[in-house]
């Protein structure tokens, strides 16, 4: 059932990311799935770190709120 749920999880995260733009989602990708630090995020990405950081703020959030509303708990 655990299995089940996270699968679950992982499909709707996927889904989530799949409707981001492609430079959102490579930011939130390098970001929570390789650990890329914010500074290289920044360089790599020609932001602050101010705006990084927001931008990924606002991603959770909105994913956050997505997955709520299909009844996972966060």
């Known amino acids: 059932d655990e299995n089940l ?3 679950e999880t992982a499909a ?3 889904a989530f990311l ?6 959102d989602r490579a930011l939130f990708v390098r970001r929570y799935f390789h ?7 920044a360089d790599r ?10 931008k990924l703020h606002r991603m959770r959030g909105r994913l956050r709120l997505e997955l709520e509303r299909e009844g996972v708990a966060v």
């Not at 799949?18 to 430079?23: K, L, T, V």
């Not at 650990?35 to 995020?41: A, G, K, Y």
């Open 5 to 7: 749920e996270a699968g």
């Open 45 to 54: 990405f020609g932001l602050s770190v101010g705006q990084v950081k927001s």
């Open 18 to 23: 799949r409707r981001q733009s492609e430079a």
């Open 12 to 14: 709707l995260i996927s």
């Open 35 to 41: 650990l890329e630090p914010l500074n290289e995020l």
